[in-house]
């Protein structure tokens, strides 16, 4: 039956030629969620375009970490004001961590904009979107907490081999320079069955590589009936079939329990891969910071890692210019990078944010010292990275193939089980399987190289 034959008048955002177009910024948090989003607008008619101009419908999923990433949804929503212009009847939603902080105060800064949902009423959005094209005035709510009963939500992921599955939501620590507990709230795991379900659904749907989602991944479960942690969930999930690797990111060093790292060594699927952040290398540095741990206490975490599982990478963030570091603190920062080892960094300079502690401490550096610091913490942190991947020289990896190379159209891209990124040549058809790869150079951020000669595919 056509839609055109009905004779009750359809409500504009009833027709399923609407289109709609998503940017967002942040963490693997904030992609889930948009894919989430555009799950929820499917169900009203909107389908994802990535033509802006052609969108009726613009969403912004925003991220509060630093100040640069607040500034810069404010200039998009500048440029975006002046698209909606010259299309009568196009919209503005903003979502994410910044619409969560700000809520009404939004529309003093960007009073042409729509709609106003956080993070915590994702499920709210088909509505808001569809009182805001009936009452052409803005629709804003913002809920302070998830709701006790999670919404499973429907969900359209922009790939198909490779798919994020949240686990736990909020995060209970209190940084003193973090505004992610203000945004996401407290911890709030899925149910175990649930997460399974949607992971036997993917395995279905082909997908093969699953990253378990989480601000502080390493504390699922302690606010389940059910006593279940990481490793149970990484023991529960593991054999689910055609789910060749499963990720989990990102971990807290104090919770990453030894149970959970003999899982990841005893599970097939479970990839030898760790992100733990440590933010900074001086134990005053990281009191200050109220990490829960000092370094010695990290030193014996990697130690509990590299004793099971040798050739595990692992990776960090790292935050320089906390206000107060010395520069001598900043250079045990240095020194830690280049003891550890790390596979990668994420890096940053001290961002002051509200509702934070640390944002009004005295003691805050300058900027010109800030960036004097990360700049000679990138140095170090890539040349250890260059080290690591050398390693990886003239061996044979298992690559899962995830599509073609960002950089050169005639090659394939895919990750080792070690998250290492893998560009070589071989035919398209391969995506989605395990191939073997062997590395004949390697730059600090990936690996190049061919397909092994015996061109053997793993069975998927
Ligand atoms: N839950 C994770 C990190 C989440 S936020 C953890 O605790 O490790 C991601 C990263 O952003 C942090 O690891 C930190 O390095 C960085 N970050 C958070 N707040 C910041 C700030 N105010 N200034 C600079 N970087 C910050
Ligand atoms: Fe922020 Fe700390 Fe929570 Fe990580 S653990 S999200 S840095 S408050
Ligand atoms: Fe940013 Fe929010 Fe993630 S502040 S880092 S998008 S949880």
């Known amino acids: ?34 894919e989430n989003m555009l799950g929820l607008l499917d169900e009203i008619g909107y389908k994802e375009t990535s033509y802006i101009k052609d969108a009726d419908l613009m969403v912004l999923n925003t991220c509060a970490i630093r100040e640069g990433a607040e500034d810069k949804v404010y200039s998009y929503l500048g440029a975006w004001n002046k698209i909606k212009k010259a299309k009568p009847g196009a919209m503005i939603a903003v979502g994410g961590c910044v619409a969560q902080d700000a809520g009404q105060a939004l529309l003093k800064r960007a009073p042409y904009v729509d709609v106003v949902f956080g993070t915590h009423n994702l499920q709210r959005l088909p509505d808001l979107v569809q009182q805001a094209e009936q009452t052409k005035a803005p629709a804003v ?41 203000y945004v996401r709230g407290r911890e709030k795991s899925r149910a175990p069955e649930i997460i399974l379900k949607e992971m036997q659904e993917l395995g279905q749907a082909g997908y093969r590589e699953v990253t378990l989602l989480g601000q502080n991944v390493t504390a699922y479960g302690h606010d389940l009936d059910s006593a279940i942690h990481l490793g149970d969930l990484l023991r529960l999930v593991g054999k689910t079939e055609s789910i060749k690797r499963i990720r989990f990111i990102t971990g807290h060093p104090r919770d990453l329990k030894v149970e ?8 097939d699927t479970a990839c030898e891969y760790f992100h733990i952040p440590i933010q900074a290398g001086d134990d005053r540095t990281l009191r200050r910071m109220a990490r829960g741990y000092n370094v010695d206490f990290y030193r014996k975490k990697i130690d509990e890692i590299r004793s ?20 001598q603190e900043f250079m045990r920062t240095i020194s830690l990078v280049e003891e550890i080892g790390f596979d990668s960094c994420n890096t940053a300079a001290y961002s002051p944010r509200p509702h934070t502690p640390a944002a009004s401490w005295e003691g805050q550096v300058s900027d010109h010292e800030k960036y004097e610091r990360l700049r000679f913490l990138n ?70 190289g061919v397909l092994n000669e015996e061109f053997s595919i793993h069975k998927t």
């Open 1 to 34: 039956m056509s839609k055109q034959l009905l004779t009750v008048p359809l409500r504009q955002s009833e027709t399923d030629n609407k289109k709609v177009y998503i940017e967002t910024f942040g963490c693997q948090m904030n992609k889930a969620d948009s």
């Open 141 to 181: 709510e913002i809920w302070q907490e998830l709701p006790s009963d999670l919404p499973e939500l429907p969900v359209i992921r922009n790939n198909d081999i490779t798919a994020w599955v949240s686990i736990i939501y909020g995060c209970d620590y209190n940084c003193t320079y973090c505004i992610v507990p």
């Open 260 to 267: 959970i790292i003999d899982a990841v060594k005893e599970v």
């Open 308 to 327: 099971r599982i040798p050739e595990a990478a692992i990776t960090s963030d790292l935050i320089v210019g906390f206000p107060g570091e010395t520069e």
């Open 379 to 448: 140095s170090v942190v890539t040349d250890v990275a260059l080290k690591r991947n050398q390693q990886y020289l003239n061996k044979v990896v298992e690559v899962l193939a995830e599509g073609k190379s960002e950089r050169n159209d005639s090659r394939l891209a895919g990750r080792t089980r070690t998250n290492k990124i893998v560009n070589f040549s071989g035919p398209a058809s391969l995506k989605g399987q395990l191939v073997n790869v062997f590395v004949e150079s390697v730059n600090p951020w990936a690996l190049r």
